[in-house]
């Protein structure tokens, strides 16, 4: 016997306009429903998934886990990647582009990168057939937002620590949790809360393009954000912060997300104007403006430094990625596959010497020699925990 499975597919608040592809209002859109059967119940083995047309209004990923059916959003809230070609394990699809993660049974987001969920549906199996059924709305809306309580005095306070993807998303669980006190984020940078792992992949981008909410949004929430205050000192005993604009705040609770910070060479020269470390939306702008028909020498053979070569790679006038290890991402992913990206790539190992030149770290000899005069450097090594 197959057993029904059910989603508890809620309706999306922000983002259901731009969304919407049909002349349909919202408002009809969101409670005329569609149902279909979306295939038989053995074209899909457990652990399988699929994506399956529903009535010819949108599709849905289908996930069979043993007997069960459960049918979410086909497409990742991040940036849109199809969760089919992504992989299935353990109640959770992972998104095959940047790894965010989907729980199947609600589409509910348990892994970063993204921050919302993905809508979920209603699946029913009967006499051999798995039939969906769905809002109409739900099925255009790739994004699905939990509702979010407003703030209302007499409360309790929470200060966050840090302007990254962590701090947005405790603000939002605390408030779709119903969490009614004061939020406030405080961050050294100069934008709102963007989304950082663009600017390896596209260098030029400009902040407001990667925001990961709208000042209107946090408004809306009731979430303040203080930009361009780097917070200096905390004194647990005061429950109080210093920040290094003289400005000092109180909180009921603290939360420390500040992230990382990239690691460099211990090594003289790193300070110099080509030399250059990817963090921050005008790190990524500087190197690509800076990058143009010169010679780029980078370190690191990792997913950041690879994904800097790919974008510089008809950009540059030439290209060394510098390692200690044998192939790419040999830390990450080991040898086996490596090899095989190496080969894939047609990437030309650097010769022996100057891997041993780099790995007693002198290597910036090599690098002031072949590369410094004319080029830049960019580091793109592992980054390091960042304390207040
Ligand atoms: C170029 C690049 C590409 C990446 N690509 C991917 C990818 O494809 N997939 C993936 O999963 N991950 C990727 N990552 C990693 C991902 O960006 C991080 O895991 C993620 O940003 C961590 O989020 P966070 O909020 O913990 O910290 P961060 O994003 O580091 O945010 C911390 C924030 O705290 C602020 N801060 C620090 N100290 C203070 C202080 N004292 N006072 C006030 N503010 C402070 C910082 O300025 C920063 O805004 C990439 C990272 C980089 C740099
Ligand atoms: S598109 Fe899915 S994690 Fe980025």
Known sequence: MYRKAYGTSEKGAAGAKQS???????????????EAVVCNVNDLKSGEMKEVDVGGVGTALLVREGDIFYAIGPKCSHYGAPLSKGVLCNGRVRCPWHGACFN???GDIEEFPGLDSVPSYKVEVTEGKVKVRADKLSLTNVKRQRAMCKASPGNKSVLIIGGGPA????????????????????????????????????????????????????KNHDISVKLGTEVTHVSTSEKLVKCADGSSAKYDKLVIATGGQPRVLPTPGVDLENVYSLRTPDDANS???AAKGKHVVIIGSSFIGMEVAAYLADKAASLSVVDIVKVPFQLTLGDKVGSVLQKAWK????????????????????????????????FSLRC?????
Do not use: H
């Open 20 to 34: 919407q592809t049909s002349e349909q209002p919202i408002a009809t859109m969101a409670t005329e429903k569609v």
């Open 104 to 106: 199947v049974k609600n």
């Open 167 to 218: 701090s947005v998303m405790c603000a939002e669980t605390l408030r779709q949790e119903g969490f009614q006190g004061e939020i406030t984020i405080v961050t050294r940078e100069k934008y709102l809360p963007y989304d950082r792992i663009k600017l390896s992949k596209a260098m030029d981008i400009k902040p407001d393009a990667i925001a990961l909410r709208t000042a209107d949004y946090y």
């Open 287 to 289: 190197i690509a403006a």
């Open 347 to 378: 990437l030309r190992p650097i010769c022996q010497e100057r891997q041993q030149v780099f790995k007693l770290y002198v290597g910036v000899k090599f690098l002031w020699n072949m590369y410094l005069a004319t080029g830049l450097v960019v």
């Open 384 to 388: 390091m925990k960042r304390m207040v």
